[in-house]
């Protein structure tokens, strides 16, 4: 009974650690400082706990009386939690219940190895592998299947009624007897440790285990992708391995074995496992991809494939993560007197170790840029063997002289393996090749060195936000692309065409605007497109500060927009920038990364838009980037339905490949065409258009493919995305699996059809300057590099200049190409 109590104890913290790193994220921002901090309380909210109430837990008559009200405690926590959160001041309450909830979870372990008796090592071992055996399932639980289906507050009910059942099942448990006298200590031999080194001990284990675990998920995101899924995998697999390793000192033979002994084995063992797999990292997305090959492409698949993802997690972490569990029930042992106060001991070593966890998470955040991720896992191998030396050292029974050889072996060929262990090559491990799906035959690891050889990395760096990097490929182009966290957000090549229309969309079509805002910097491209109009000021807002240091490999491509003194760059969550007072502006462009990233989500949903609309001016314009590929038709219009409920005039605009436009306005917009010839004019505007393939703002208006009751339509009626309900952050990664598709936009298509047609800007635009298209703007317009989608509207185009021009040789060929090409 002790056991599925812990299980479904585990199973609840898990899932509350996941709940309020995203609502105090919303709260707070989703930068890295912020999610380090909300770990910080919750962490530090355990130890305190743990030391406090496991003295409780040995005062008590029934430490599992003590457990039920302790859990039932967290449970009333996690129903108030939605309520103080919406709260005035509600981040300050929600932190106070956070630390209050996390403080009372504190002495749940110790006061369930307190009910459970017997010896120290067997109990907490037992209890701790239960517990984090129901961890594993709390964090797959929360990211498969609670907060997917339930959204973040019926997601903390949920978690409570665990502790509601957890707490009614220890009132079942017999009362433990009343505290025994205390006795003198039991001498455990010539290897006894005082409690106070086997805390430290524990101590540096949590530590360096916590900077393991934020250098684990950070390498891994390159590997398998940046999802909330992928994320929850990592967290999932190394708890599994604690787990494991807890299990194993206290069922298996080594419960019989000298503590301090395998303690030093276990912390030593951590760090040479860790260091003997920093190898294959460079190999690790290749391995990735031979998992995919065995998957195909369908919803059912999705969950084999995730289940594919954590086991390769497993096999990473899985060796390192079953020493590291082997600690706590190592370290109750060699503390345990044999006394009633068990829950005492227990607690101080779980509040040492979440004390060290708590340390941990700050030098991570503050080390991360300066060691990057395989200086952390390097420098913490470095820990690990000196502190397992040292606790061998006392607790091995050999001579001394046998005993300093051994040592000085050892030492000199872990010296010899890290001098020669070659560094990560970044090039490598930053192609993305989560993306995959087609000719996966392509991708071996050899073939991949010889391809990339003449390629060249610019700028690699683990910020605190991202893994940024910036290559130059080895091609006749000579492309430069910018990837965060292992996907292209930015480069020279196909990308440059969405990135310079993004900045010049909005301006041209609202010419005299005078303050603007840019949320995402990228290359810094669209804000160089966005200098080049005569604007007052130009707020720019980047979460990662890697990414404006990348873009000076850009600085060509984007006009030195860094250097310009209009430009005002705020390095900050962009939700909390629209959340203060602050001025209004005519213009705002959202371009932030694909949707199906942890965290991007938000930037889609109904709390930011409402957010951006309040801080536009009247008769301002709202642009919001989106993508149609690794994307499907329910997606697009839950996006384009959540953009609208904020925006009711939305127009969609089709760009190059598979980039789509949404131009939205609170009030019905028609724009100023005189003012838009005369900006067509500018000559650094228009030459910033044609590296867009626009010679004419004929051209640039075509690019609209929906007006604003197509666009509604599209959207239709039903659910949106919402910061506490993120179906589209959980639903996104779905159809990345599947390589979807959007064909909404192209069974929309006004453009194929005169009739609604006639209702398009273009349409406004050629009735108001008195005279059709041109042969040169027909031209124009054709040979703009069309969306792959886009072919019954080209159709439509070439067969309406072929009746307005029945003479023109050009449009002849033009409709003898366009058919050939069926």
Known sequence: MILLLSFLSGAAGLVYEVLWARQLALAFGSTALAQTLVLCVFLGGLSAGSWRLGRAADRAFSAARLY????????????????????????????????????????????LCRAAGGDAQVSVGRVYASNSAGAVAGALGAAFLLIPALGLDWSFAAAAALNVLSGLGARRLAPAPPPAAVKEKKAQGPSALEPVLVQCAVFLSGFVALTYEIAWTRAL???LGSSVYSFAEMLAAFIAGASAGSLLVAAGPLRRREPALLLGLALAGAGVFVLASLPLYDRLPFAFLALRSHFGDGTAAFYGFEAAKFALCLGLMLPPAVCLGATLPLAARLVDRGTAERGAEVGAVFAANTAGNVLGALMGWLLLPWLGVEGILRSGTTVFLLVGAALLWSAWPPPPRRRRAAFAAGLAALALYRL?????????????LFRVRKNLELFKYSDMKTILAGSSVLFARDDREATVSVARFADAEAVVSLKVNGKTDASTGADMMTQVLLGELPLMLKPRSRDALLVGWGSGVTAGSMLRHPLRGLDAVELIPSVVDASRFFTKENGSALADPRLNLRVEDAKSFLAREGRSYDVIVSEPSNPWMAGVGDLFSVEFYRRARARLAPGGLMVQWFHDYEMNDDL???????FHSSFPNVTLWNVVDNDVLLVGSVEPFTPDFTAMDAAMKDPGIKQDLLRADIGFPSTLLAMQSASAETSAAIGGDGPLNEERRPRLEYGAPIALFRGENVTAIRENDDRSDPKRASGLLLAGYLKERGRPLTRSEYFDRVAFPHSVHERQALKALVEEWRRRYPDDP???????RLDAAK
């Open 636 to 642: 697009f219009r839950l996006a384009l339905r959540t």
């Open 68 to 111: 039920s009200r302790l859990e039932w405690g967290v449970a009333l926590l996690a129903l108030a939690a939605p309520l103080l959160l919406r709260a005035g001041g509600g981040r300050w309450l929600g932190v106070a219940a956070l630390l209050a909830q996390a403080f009372l979870m504190g002495g749940t372990i110790p006061a």
């Open 221 to 223: 995101a390159l590997v």
């Open 810 to 816: 050009l449009a002849q060929d033009v409709a003898r």
């Open 420 to 432: 020669w262990l070659p560094r990560w090559d970044p090039n490598m491990r930053g192609q993305g």
